[in-house]
């Protein structure tokens, strides 16, 4: 029931949206009609993503205070519980708005992967497409008359990789070492360790699987491209402070 559910509801939708765009661009380039599809989810999904990431900064924001709560009622976490979440209440904090908003998106995600990776693009599924959807005229596998969509790009892949890299960069940020004479709890040192990792491994792993085929790596392009004007909005839009700071 729930393959089927994700199948009529989020893949099919998802398919047709890549044939009309295909047949409505001048040389049916599927390679920009991948970039279009993207973009469109990329915005319908926007206000969870934005939601999240103000969330992430507010809690960064409120790590000194959450860290001077541990240290003060160490020996009593059942207060310990109730100042932290009085500081998440006063800075506004939703602490898992964050994890709702990808447990959202994930199907999404991944019903736009399985497109561009299952369905051949130089084809089309009569099967799938709508009886309202004109079926393509032409159909081009070369983005821009220069890059393969259908199959492996290294330029592209490449790209992708860097364009994730850079992502990561200025998302994830890495938490500063302990002190010089303090020893880092071992929640600290896997945050670390986790945040120096993300930013390393994770663009080799999106490079790999963008040379799958250049439509997967010109979706992970285009989505790092919106993820990083989505950061510089925050950056320019987003003040983070508490609305009433809690005394410890």
Same mark, same amino acid.
């Given at each position: 029931?729930?393959?089927?559910?994700?199948?009529?509801?989020?893949?099919?939708?998802?398919?047709?949206?890549?044939?009309?765009?295909?047949?409505?661009?001048?040389?049916?380039?599927?390679?920009?009609?991948?970039?279009?599809?993207?973009?469109?989810?990329?915005?319908?999904?926007?206000?969870?993503?934005?939601?999240?990431?103000?969330?992430?900064?507010?809690?960064?924001?409120?790590?000194?205070?959450?860290?001077?709560?541990?240290?003060?009622?160490?020996?009593?976490?059942?207060?310990?519980?109730?100042?932290?979440?009085?500081?998440?209440?006063?800075?506004?904090?939703?602490?898992?708005?964050?994890?709702?908003?990808?447990?959202?998106?994930?199907?999404?995600?991944?019903?736009?992967?399985?497109?561009?990776?299952?369905?051949?693009?130089?084809?089309?599924?009569?099967?799938?497409?709508?009886?309202?959807?004109?079926?393509?005229?032409?159909?081009?596998?070369?983005?821009?008359?220069?890059? !393969?969509?259908?199959?492996?790009? +290294? *330029?592209?892949?490449?790209? @992708?990789?860097?364009?994730? %890299?850079?992502?990561? #960069?200025? &998302?994830?940020?890495?938490?500063?070492?302990?002190?010089?004479?303090?020893?880092?709890?071992?929640?600290?040192?896997?945050?670390?360790?986790?945040?120096?990792?993300?930013?390393?491994?994770?663009?080799?792993?999106?490079?790999?699987?963008?040379?799958?085929?250049? !439509?997967?790596?010109?979706?992970? +392009? *285009?989505?790092?491209?919106? @993820?990083?004007?989505?950061? %510089?909005?925050?950056? #320019?839009? &987003?003040?983070?402070?508490?609305?009433?700071?809690?005394?410890?």
């Amino acid at each position: 029931m729930i393959s089927s559910l994700f199948h009529s509801v989020l893949y099919v939708p998802i398919y047709n949206l890549l044939i009309f765009f295909t047949g409505i661009i001048p040389g049916g380039d599927v390679g920009i009609a991948v970039i279009i599809v993207t973009i469109i989810v990329k915005v319908v999904t926007a206000p969870l993503s934005i939601s999240a990431a103000k969330t992430q900064r507010r809690m960064k924001h409120a790590e000194p205070q959450m860290k001077a709560i541990k240290e003060k009622y160490k020996d009593d976490k059942q207060k310990q519980a109730t100042e932290t979440m009085a500081l998440y209440k006063n800075n506004g904090i939703k602490p898992f708005s964050s994890i709702f908003a990808v447990i959202l998106q994930l199907p999404i995600i991944i019903a736009l992967y399985l497109v561009f990776r299952h369905e051949h693009l130089l084809t089309v599924n009569l099967a799938l497409v709508y009886p309202f959807v004109a079926l393509p005229v032409t159909i081009s596998p070369l983005f821009l008359h220069i890059f !393969a969509t259908t199959g492996h790009s +290294i *330029t592209l892949a490449i790209i @992708a990789a860097a364009s994730q %890299f850079l992502q990561a #960069r200025l &998302t994830i940020p890495v938490p500063p070492k302990a002190a010089k004479g303090s020893t880092p709890s071992s929640s600290e040192e896997f945050a670390r360790a986790l945040a120096i990792q993300s930013r390393l491994v994770l663009p080799i792993l999106i490079g790999v699987f963008a040379y799958t085929t250049g !439509a997967i790596a010109l979706y992970f +392009i *285009t989505s790092s491209v919106v @993820a990083l004007l989505q950061e %510089f909005y925050l950056r #320019r839009t &987003t003040h983070v402070h508490a609305t009433e700071p809690i005394v410890i």
